[in-house]
């Protein structure tokens, strides 16, 4: 069975200044359990508990048994979470013709 319970990263590695106006971004690690599918981590809700993540704070997701690592990004905060993006972005869908 799936967890749903939201996920928290409490650990803050690194805060970088984005802007002379003093917008700000963090990046963040967590150790995701076994029981969170990687779908899951792009569903607000399971970021539902993470006040202190803002839009532009990047989250390093590791799964416990090592089936992925990846890097995303706060996209904007939702109601009930945190919409999360690839870090560096990719294209809705490949152009056949390139």
């Given at each position: 069975?799936?967890?749903?319970?939201?996920?928290?990263?409490?650990?803050?590695?690194?805060?970088?200044?984005?802007?002379?106006?003093?917008?700000?971004?963090?990046?963040?690690?967590?150790?995701?359990?076994?029981?969170?599918?990687?779908?899951?981590?792009?569903?607000?809700?399971?970021?539902a508990r993470c006040p202190k993540i803002s839009t532009?704070?990047?989250?390093?997701?590791r799964a416990v048994d090592g089936s992925y690592d990846?890097?995303?990004?706060?996209?904007?905060?939702?109601s009930g979470g945190v919409k999360m993006e690839f870090?560096?972005?990719?294209?809705?869908?490949?152009?056949?013709?390139?």
């Amino acid at each position: 069975m799936a967890d749903t319970k939201p996920l928290n990263p409490t650990h803050c590695i690194d805060e970088a200044l984005l802007s002379a106006d003093g917008a700000k971004a963090r990046t963040w690690f967590v150790i995701v359990p076994a029981s969170r599918s990687y779908a899951s981590l792009f569903l607000p809700a399971t970021w539902a508990r993470c006040p202190k993540i803002s839009t532009h704070d990047i989250v390093r997701c590791r799964a416990v048994d090592g089936s992925y690592d990846v890097m995303l990004v706060a996209a904007m905060r939702a109601s009930g979470g945190v919409k999360m993006e690839f870090f560096a972005g990719r294209p809705g869908r490949l152009d056949a013709t390139l």
